[in-house]
């Protein structure tokens, strides 16, 4: 199923008048404060956020899983989901692929579809934490950093088989993600696994091509619920460190333990040029995958408040891979998709508003009550007569998810694919 | 020093067009939506938080204190305070007393001074976790919950002292904080420290006049950092319904561990017509009591969309008692205070704008993705046009911090007050 | 597979040296501080710790799951297992069967089985977490609180029948669980959803067998991420009063937010006669479900204390249902079994040392100092010669995991089951 | 007050019994496990703990502190009870000193004094949280990170003046802990803030003396409540590198974010040669700052075993300096100084204890559940006459406590200093 912009436009007819009177009284207020409103519009269109390929599908949990009709079935239903949330919402230009679930069979038609939909493919995952029919080795003590060479060895060489395929694609990143750690106290050497990962990530970093970046993901638990090898951004850090110039921190939201600054992390990273990605989601206890800014939204913003600065401000760093990594536990996976979507222009949108020379002002003056006012006044404002402006710029919908049940996809989908299909992932 | 009405008239002149302007697009916005806009600014004017008397001075931790020049010294100057935040927002009609810092000499000039400034005398709140001096028995373990029924005879006595206080001064309630608790385990006897606590309450329960409620607050740790005898909402419900119809559990928002989804709580509480007060502050790692609505905005929306929800469906409910309960370390306490009022006003004001009933109709045919949408919509919606309007209408400042930044009115309490005073409280 | 007495008598011949001296010197200086060692062994030696017949094979997490061999296949080799670890520990005389894994198809012969093996039929536990092939309802949207009237029902209904089945074997107890939840803000009416659920309890309970009680479990999150209906011991315990006096609340250990001090819930239960169960396991991070003892072993030794303490002074709680409730995702589910029992029995013997006269005394007199000396000199003494002890006293190996290896127990399970098999369960 | 030996050698005639054969029985079970238990002990005897002398007065909360009779009033009384403790206990070595509180007058008396008590002077440590009377500038909002240059400098140079005073008295080591931080977003800017504490941090690493380290100490939150310019390992590690070879990170145990796995930091930092210093305390929610082992025994025991690892493994990393912070809210300070000691030790002697050849053979086969079991043999055992030993060996106390009461200390200490002295500190 595709979206044409004709269907679309015709859709975003119904919205106009409302959406001109709104953009209109919002930009009058911002050019007053001295925004340039059509600039801030722009950059807003061009905020893309990779999907991955494994978020199409229901997610679940260890207690089970319920099913939702139409899942994409192969590769190319995937990029085809992909597709329509672009068309949708003009933000989704691009997808993150993951092996070995998404390897092609066809690279050229692969990459012909992902063009036709506007989307580049952004970094390529691996996969050492689940053992694959037939595998020689098992990873379930380890895999970059298994006492066992042999198990180390064929998680070495799954990554570069990752780059290769990726290479193929037009992809320029790999981001390894390690489940690697321990559920019991004693049941590993801290010591040695470090230095056995930093070896291994070493070799994968060797095999790196020119003009690819590798991100290192950390995280503090879950599937290891004592230790994990990476489990916070210092260790990720000296890693890459360790690794070279082409290696970065990749940070996940949900990777955090309670409480944690996590925009104070990203802010460090960027300091010290080393935020190569960061992997979007909502959480209240854990890692839960939500749908972005459904439980901390001001958070949202504070992290962009630091991205946005380090951005303009930190030539060094590289302009970060974003992509959003949730599961669909019991919504539409495309419905959660877009509102993710619109979260993340949200927080953006409202970053760019911060008046970042009064706050420096204001923060030299150490008028801490002054800084508090100017963040919140931009975060208090509402910026979706924005969103919608930049949607319109670039053909997709006012409203995305009106658009989606209104085209009634999900129908159209289960009708091509059938009820009971199952999309690889978790 | 106190405002006139015209001082405040006069100073929002400059700010009425740009406010007039924005609150017709508003208007005309949430009216199509189906609001009686009227209505909501009445509703968002009559919304009234008591400020604690011991919150006027700057706060501290256990590492130190910087002072605030002007502090207020005595019940006197803190009426006067109290006052000021009244004149400028509008929002702080009440105060509330903390005994023996704030124990009146002269009842009915006290009376005649807050009746001038248009405050109530809200909760009663007493202190048994410090020793006075010249005190026959310590607080040093515990007070209500000591093992020594001296102790806890002082402790209740005092309780009762408190409310002979208040009633002299019109307040209609006591709140009890206990900070009793233990260090180290084996310390003491959970079940009979419990059984004690629930004796003392009892006895104050007694003491209560007809048409006056107890509030029960718990808090998990602090100052006592293994266990509190109050640790939970469980255990303040449990203690208010062995007192009787008249006692009522107490949330603080800061007295929650990690995680806690507070929300549900209050529900729980309303549904079972036991919520009597409720302490406003916010925090991002423990009790922080830092400014209402500067870490977690999202969460205090949802906590008013369930308080809005329980005053309207939860006829056994009373009418719950508001507070600030936050500690200023850095800021001008009474700048402070006005961006912790004008946080919960705005928190109301989008919890009064939930479509309640397109809301439950989502429940019901388990929209997810609609019921989000619902919440965020309110959430995203910039009410502050409401705000400004809802104090336009009783008098208050467009702009109070504005305003006290004009009137240079800290100033004016430094030259009045001094540079070294020291409030009384925390 | 089973063990004979003659085997394991062999085997302990090897360790019988050093456990006598041990013994008996432990004793010396246990009977000198006024302890009837004799006694303390007995009471040891009749701890009993049902084993939940879902954790006989490995357990996974949503990022997938590693297969172990030789996993019971039916309900006849569940109890073989169990029937194996009782005859090593002498301390897992129960089995807690889960519906619908684990509906016998003839009754007579499980009874008989467990009768042989020396099991008894302790809690039933119901599924309404997750869908059965061909239900006419579906759980995904909740069970007991869905707004859905067919799908409480449905709930109701298979709770019924669970009892039903229970009572066939001789069980007395019905364990409710429920995932019910929200991953969103919204999606669930707080206030309706918990009417809901007390309305479908009562309607268990009132199926309930004059002789049974009915556990209800609490959980704060997951498998929903946002909100759990029964989300604390409160909500719990406020729906087993509401419930009737078969109604009990019921404590896994993993169930708490972050820091949560579990030993004051129970103790405030057991005050109120109100701890119906316990599920043991231990955890960093969330409901890790590791083996019992093995992060936080002193946290589980002053939650025996105050189990020890319950059990002696409150005579209306009736003695609660033990159970272990771990996932075993890179042990051997058996001999992770033994570990937990071990730590429990351990966490037991060393409550029962406590001198709680002293201690009393101590607390008495606010000697914090001497409080800590008398909890942390029981929990200092090596009491693994008593836990040896008591299983010699009942035929049970010294050393069980060393039997356990020596025996090859897990070669011959795989021999007669084969290496792919997968137990129902988790 | 001064200990003679004689006195002590008095007490422990009456344990020596005892004694004597416990550490027999256990001489011989270790050493047939291959222990050289002589060694073990004096080992043991060997381990020596600074204690801090702000520790040496009642602590206290924001809410308020209960003074405890007989606190030392100055520098000479201090010493005093450092060296009560040393005689003790054999295990205090060491005086860890608190630039202002300390400043000495005499510094050939005071060094005297500690000579003859048998102490050294540990790591020195600035203040740079508190203004104190007279200065020039304020650390309200921040010292080596503050945005003003003024405040900037006072703070390097107040640590070069604790620096010269520290080189007076033979200590070779500064401790840096920055307050430094935020109460609210937007405050301060992360990476212009981590930026100048950079700056600072190299001017002070100049003025070091060569046979100097610097100890940079990490903390997540408190005094401030939204961010701390050093917040965690990560960027304590990061600016230690900065700074050269001889800055190290220090750990503090209270210093972590819930559910920290802090001994992987341990391993980390050894790994690196990077762990500089350790402060020990216990805690259930935040900087509790309790006795040790009073909460968590096993965490402690399993970073110790990290340190014995590290110590033997790691020649890079220099011997860890290593200090007692906590606070003593409710317990005499000595007798909690006392307990605190011993549980360092007993975690210390039981690492020691773990059999590093069979674990790191049991870790390269994957059997779990023998790591499991190595580790917790040692835990489980009773090594209390080890320490015993360990005291009897250096002429302390067998039993601390018991002497310091039976020898009335805190009512001499009270006699001599008054009831109501308050020792400087927190």
Redesign the interface.
């Known amino acids: 199923m595709k979206l044409s912009k004709d269907q679309i436009a015709s859709l975003n007819k119904d919205a106009a008048g409302g959406q001109k009177s709104?953009y209109e009284?919002l930009s009058e207020?911002l050019e007053t404060s001295g925004h340039d409103v059509g600039d801030l519009t722009r950059q807003i269109a061009d905020f893309q956020i990779a999907i991955p390929s494994w978020a199409l599908g229901a997610?679940?949990?260890?207690?089970?899983r319920?099913s939702m009709p139409g899942e994409p079935r192969n590769l190319e239903e995937k990029l085809a989901d992909v597709g329509l949330l672009h068309a949708l919402t003009g933000a989704a230009g691009a997808i993150s692929l993951h092996i070995p679930w998404d390897t092609p069979e066809d690279y050229k038609a692969v990459r012909e579809q992902a063009e036709e939909a506007g989307l580049v493919f952004d970094a390529m995952n691996s996969n050492t934490?689940?053992?694959q029919k037939g595998a020689g080795e098992?990873y379930?003590?380890g895999s970059l950093s298994n006492?066992s060479e042999a198990s180390r060895q064929q998680a070495v060489e799954h990554n570069l088989e990752v780059i290769r395929i990726g290479e193929n694609l037009g992809s320029k990143s790999l981001t390894v993600w390690l489940?690697d750690g321990?559920?019991?106290?004693?049941?590993?050497?801290?010591?040695r696994a470090?230095?056995r990962t930093a070896d291994s990530l070493e070799k994968i970093y060797a095999a790196l091509p020119e003009d690819w970046k590798l991100f290192i993901e950390y995280k503090?638990?879950?599937?290891n619920?004592?230790?994990t090898v990476i489990?916070?951004?210092?260790?990720s850090?000296?890693l890459a460190n360790h690794c070279g110039p082409k290696a970065y921190t990749l940070v996940d939201l949900g990777h955090h333990?309670?409480?944690?600054?996590i925009?104070?992390i990203v802010?460090?990273l960027?300091?010290?040029g080393k935020l190569g990605g960061f992997h979007f989601n909502d959480?209240?206890?854990?890692d839960?995958?939500?749908?972005v800014?459904?439980?901390?939204?001001?958070?949202l913003f504070?992290i962009f408040?630091?991205l946005v600065?380090?951005i303009r401000?930190?030539p060094d760093n590289p302009y970060p891979a974003w992509m959003i990594d949730a599961?669909h536990?019991?919504?539409?996976p495309l419905?959660?998709l877009i509102?993710s979507l619109e979260a993340i222009r949200?927080a953006y949108a409202k970053a760019l508003l911060v008046d970042q020379k009064a706050?420096?002002s204001a923060?030299?003056e150490?008028d801490?009550?002054r800084?508090?006012?100017?963040?919140?006044d931009a975060?208090?404002?509402?910026v979706?007569p924005l969103l919608r402006q930049a949607r319109l710029l670039t053909g997709a919908a006012i409203d995305p998810?009106g658009a989606y049940r209104k085209l009634d996809v999900r129908r159209h989908l289960t009708d091509q694919r059938g009820r009971e299909t199952v999309a690889t992932g978790?």
């Open positions: 709104a009284f207020a997610g679940g949990t260890r207690f089970g319920f934490f689940q053992d098992t379930k003590f006492s489940a321990a559920n019991f106290p004693g049941q590993r050497n801290f010591q470090l230095d503090p638990y879950e599937p619920f004592y230790s489990q916070d951004w210092g260790t850090f000296m333990l309670p409480n944690t600054n925009e104070q802010a460090t960027m300091y010290k959480s209240k206890y854990g839960d995958d939500l749908t800014g459904s439980i901390k939204p001001y958070a504070l408040n630091e600065y380090g401000n930190n599961s536990n019991t919504k539409d419905e959660d509102q949200e706050l420096e923060q030299m150490h801490v009550v800084c508090q006012e100017i963040l919140q975060y208090r404002t509402d979706r998810i978790l």
